[in-house]
């Protein structure tokens, strides 16, 4: 065991490393001073993150209990002020138009960097599975980048890979505020993993990265409230502080992907007006949390996921006004992502390409900047889609919405769509491959032609667990009990058995994981995030 003293801190206070110092790289990521500075924040802002999780349960109760999600009254004046904005965006984040998404896996970054997108958004959270050895080696990933200096030998394919002449932009997505970092502890308690996350990646890289004038770029993920986003602030405020650095070095876009965030965009801006840059739309994980936030009011109960797309009216009416609100402020407006991949059968790539054609078009005509693709076959094709509604600009923060009010009852309107035997089996089964790989370190999985992350799997629980809990009844007159589940399951676990193999079958971990989500699709406490019971099987 590792003991580091970190500045000023008293000695109860001292973080313990328990994970494994295996190489001189990780003692260099994990040195004194940087696990000094990752010591002071932990100090500093433990305890206030503790307390605002415990404020998430204390809402979600009141909504369990029949309340709503609403905007604010006691926050009425910040929205009616028309005169505030942000601090005005630096150059190199004002052209965003395509970004692609990963995991901080080496070569995966080398190729995402390669990808012509203007930015890459190396994912320690939802995109990576938070192994130790994953969290500790995409920091080393992401220094190297940096640096300039980071290459990759495949043996398998006996091919290198190292960084074209004009990578894209890096910005690192540290994990959410729920998730807890088990091989750093204080106190005998996991410390929180966004500020290992945070803290390293600012340590190793803030120099490096001002020597080519840029600042820290960061995607917060699953704000759900302006206090959360107050948080982030103050820790953005304390690390430039700490490093004498000026405020607005570290810049961030904040990911509304919670239906309760959606209510409070412009208090979002408005307490991280020194550092935010843009609000993304997280649109799969706003889709579990509007099934998470909602999970006992039966009357906004969703159809199957795969019918539940940016065209529906509350998704579109979300877009809307997440555009409208940031342009007002002098922020970004981020699109979503599209997960597909490329396929090799000629009709099937054809409505691939279609489906992406469409999706962006949409984007950019609500006014979106931006928008993430999942695969580097997709740049082009998304950033021409937003070429020809931009007409050679790089972004149009100049876009103004229609002047028509997106009113709660819209935002909280539940769609249409089929609930049928079909789409579970298919839920069950992504949700399997994904979780199953997920516990075995990967957290970036395609599936059945998508790129997906433990968003997928979100959905596939919530929406099942929903239909159970409220004895949904099916499009063929079947209702949908845990008793019907749990035999769905497991012929779906011998599909997948016949689908991969015997062999790989085996040398997985299917069985397990069916177990898994069983228990988490029918437990009668909704657990919050998969992940959280999932962490221990890592």
């Not at 950019?364 to 999942?374: F, I, K």
């Amino acid at each position: 065991m590792t003991v580091i003293e970190g500045t000023k801190i008293a000695p109860a206070n001292q973080l313990n490393i328990i994970g494994s110092i295996c190489n001189s790289d990780y003692e260099s990521i994990l040195s004194k001073e940087a696990l000094a500075f990752l010591n002071a924040l932990v100090n500093q802002f433990g305890s206030r993150r503790d307390a605002l999780l415990k404020q998430r349960e204390i809402k979600q109760a009141a909504f369990d209990a029949g309340e709503l999600p609403d905007f604010r009254t006691d926050t009425q004046s910040i929205r009616d002020d028309k005169n505030w904005r942000v601090r005005p965006i630096p150059e190199p984040l004002l052209d965003r138009r395509v970004e692609i998404t990963g995991p901080v896996d080496r070569k995966m970054v080398i190729n995402a960097l390669n990808s012509g997108a203007k930015v890459f958004m190396c994912c320690f959270e939802d995109a990576s599975a938070p192994t130790w050895s994953n969290m500790v080696d995409g920091q080393i990933n992401l220094r190297d980048a940096n640096q300039g200096t980071i290459s990759h030998y495949d043996e398998n394919k006996d091919k290198h890979y190292t960084l074209n002449a004009n990578p894209a932009l890096l910005i690192a997505r540290p994990r959410g505020l729920h998730l807890p970092e088990k091989s750093i502890l204080i106190n005998g308690q996991p410390i929180a993993g966004c500020l290992m996350d945070f803290a390293l990646y600012f340590f190793h890289n803030y120099q490096s990265r001002a020597d080519r004038g840029l600042g820290v770029y960061y995607y917060i993920p699953k704000l759900e409230s302006m206090e959360e986003a107050k948080w982030w602030d103050d820790v953005f405020s304390f690390t430039e502080n700490y490093f004498s650095v000026p405020t607005g070095a570290i810049r961030a876009t904040v990911l509304i992907e919670t239906l309760p965030a959606v209510f409070q965009m412009d208090e979002i801006l408005y307490a991280m007006k020194d550092h935010i840059v843009a609000m993304n739309c997280g649109r799969w994980d706003y889709i579990f949390s509007y099934i998470k936030t909602l999970k006992n009011h039966k009357d906004r109960i969703l159809p199957d996921r795969h019918g539940v797309g940016m065209d529906k009216a509350f998704l579109n009416a979300y877009s809307q006004l997440l555009v409208k609100t940031c342009h007002a402020r002098g922020a970004l407006a981020m699109g979503g992502m599209s997960a597909f991949i490329p396929a090799k059968d000629p009709q099937e790539m054809a409505r691939v390409t279609a489906k992406v054609i469409e999706d962006k078009q949409r984007e950019s005509q609500n006014g979106h900047d931006g928008t993430w693709v999942a695969h580097p076959a997709l740049v082009d094709l998304a950033m021409s889609t937003f070429d020809k509604h931009l007409g050679g600009k790089t972004n149009q923060l100049d876009f103004v919405s229609p002047d028509t009010e997106i009113t709660a009852e819209t935002l909280l309107k539940p769609c249409d769509g089929t609930r049928d035997e079909a789409g579970v089996r298919k839920n069950i089964r992504i949700a399997l491959y994904y979780i199953e790989a997920w516990i075995q370190g990967y957290g970036c999985v395609p599936i059945y032609g998508l790129m997906e992350d433990a968003a997928t799997a979100e959905i596939s629980r919530a929406n099942i667990w929903q239909w159970i809990h409220h004895g949904v009844t099916l499009d063929d007159g079947q209702v949908f009990t845990a008793e019907l589940f749990h035999t769905w399951l497991y012929e779906e676990l011998s599909t997948i058995q016949q689908e991969v193999g015997d062999t790989r079958y085996f040398a997985g971990r299917f069985d397990e994981t069916a177990d898994l989500f069983y228990e988490l699709s029918t437990s009668k406490q909704f657990a919050s995030f998969l992940t959280l019971p999932s962490y221990s099987l890592l």
